[in-house]
């Protein structure tokens, strides 16, 4: 099993920042291509960014393009998720996602493993 533990959510102002941070542990050696989703109350969740198991390869929705941007130390196995000129309609859970294998896709299904979330606010 691997275990997923998120942090550096909040509450911030529409034009600011957060960095959010996932932490594997248990086997993570299984984690390969990692992700974050987000979902906001009464929608879907919704695929956010992805990094692939190097940190070689990444890819990012079109409405956080230049504006977010991910990446991992694997010696630390650490996730990170820099997050830029937020908005409100940002506003969400974000989770934390690893797949099994080395690179993945956006839809949910292609991930093992989930973290709990961490709830992002961004007041206008």
């Known amino acids: 099993q691997v275990q997923l533990v998120e942090s550096g959510g909040g509450l911030v102002q529409a034009g600011g920042s957060l960095r959010l941070s996932c932490a594997a542990s248990?086997?993570?050696?299984?984690?390969?291509?990692m992700a974050w989703f987000r979902q906001a109350p009464g929608k879907e969740r919704d695929f956010v960014a992805l990094i692939s198991a190097t940190g070689g390869g990444t890819r990012y929705a079109d409405s956080v393009q230049g504006r977010f941007t991910l990446s991992r130390d694997n010696a630390k196995n650490m996730v990170y998720l820099q997050m830029n000129s937020l908005k409100p309609e940002e506003t969400a859970v974000y989770y934390c996602?690893?797949?099994?294998?080395?690179?993945?896709?956006?839809?949910?299904?292609?991930?093992?493993?989930w973290g709990q979330g961490t709830q992002v606010t961004v007041s206008s």
């Open positions: 996602a690893a797949a099994a294998t080395r690179w993945a896709t956006i839809f949910t299904l292609d991930y093992n493993y």
């Open positions: 248990g086997r993570s050696s299984s984690v390969n291509a």
